[in-house]
């Protein structure tokens, strides 16, 4: 089995639509995909009633949260299989999607002061419907020339956490993630968590602490760990107990990741949907 548990569509910032990413996965020779829009779950019904034949579906979010409180830095956390209609989780999902807008706004202002001439309108119409982020506001900055691929703006420079443009959100806590998401019956991992190139990173007495407080797993296998990172990753992950995953954080054409290519083990899949009473992978009918 091959299985990638960490895409984006339209209903976030990738730039399929859900329909057209499950069936790129189908074609990408992918068995198992999770659709893991930021902090919404409103791709799901339409990748549903597109998955194909031969392709299952493991409905998810990536969740921002904050490592710290207020002086802290984002970490972001998958959810795997939780009950989408749980209310307390869904409205914190709520609070986070509804700053999005005021700050890609704030953003857009800085890099107007920074003599930047990208315009709020734009970067809207590049969000669509979707929940409207700084992989929006990069992709309006290619357009006029200023970087040359979106992962350039997520620099000290531009985008990233500690950038000249940057702007905060409304983020959850990361142990109140664990504990929201267990209560709606899903699954916690934490996406890319030594990925230095985004910014600051949990330390491993972070991740033991996120351990002791239910989190499930770590995602090992990702484009922005190397090789030796891996290792380390999975050492930790051994001495906590926690699961590994693998996945490409699919963006469509707005990162190079392909689907699939970084999968993970059939048996740590299984163990997700073991430990999952939210909700259920749903099998591809044809659509």
């Known amino acids: 089995m091959r299985i990638d548990l960490h895409?984006?569509?339209?209903?976030?910032?990738?730039?399929?639509?859900?329909?057209e990413l499950v069936r790129n996965a189908a074609a990408a020779g992918l068995d198992v995909v999770a659709l893991t829009d930021h902090d919404g779950v409103g791709g799901h019904a339409e990748a549903i009633a597109a998955l194909p034949a031969g392709l299952t579906l493991v409905t998810g979010a990536e969740l921002s949260c904050?490592?710290?409180?207020?002086?802290?830095?984002?970490?972001?956390m998958l959810a795997y299989l939780f009950d989408p209609l749980e209310p307390e989780l869904a409205r914190e999902r709520d609070l986070v999607r509804d700053d999005r807008v005021p700050r890609a706004i704030a953003m857009v202002a800085k890099l107007n002061e920074l003599g930047v001439p990208v315009s709020w309108e734009r970067v809207a119409q590049i969000a669509g419907d979707g929940a409207v982020g700084r992989p929006h506001v990069a992709t309006a900055m290619v357009e006029?020339?200023?970087i040359d691929s979106v992962s350039d703006a997520f620099t000290s420079e531009w985008l990233a956490g500690d950038g000249r443009a940057f702007v905060e959100k409304h983020e959850l806590d990361p142990f109140d993630a664990i504990r929201l998401v267990k209560a709606a019956g899903g699954v916690t991992v934490l996406a890319h968590p030594f990925?230095?190139?985004r910014g600051n990173?949990?330390?491993?007495?972070?991740?033991?602490e996120l351990a002791s407080a239910g989190l499930d797993g770590i995602e090992?296998?990702?484009?922005?760990?190397?090789?030796?990172?891996?290792?380390r990753l999975r050492g930790l992950a051994a001495d906590l107990s926690l699961l590994t995953t693998g996945s490409s954080d699919y963006h469509g054409s707005r990162k190079t990741c392909a689907l699939g290519e970084f999968t993970t083990d059939p048996e740590i899949y299984g163990e997700i949907t073991r430990r999952a009473t939210g909700a259920f992978p749903v099998p591809g009918a044809g659509g």
Do not use: N, Y
């Open 66 to 76: 904050r490592l710290g409180g207020p002086d802290g830095f984002s970490v972001h």
């Open 7 to 19: 895409t984006h569509s339209t209903a976030s910032d990738g730039t399929d639509t859900p329909a």
């Open 144 to 146: 006029l020339g200023v």
């Open 220 to 231: 090992v296998d990702h484009m922005d760990h190397d090789a030796p990172t891996r290792a």
């Open 201 to 208: 990173c949990a330390s491993e007495s972070a991740i033991a």
């Open 195 to 197: 990925a230095l190139k």
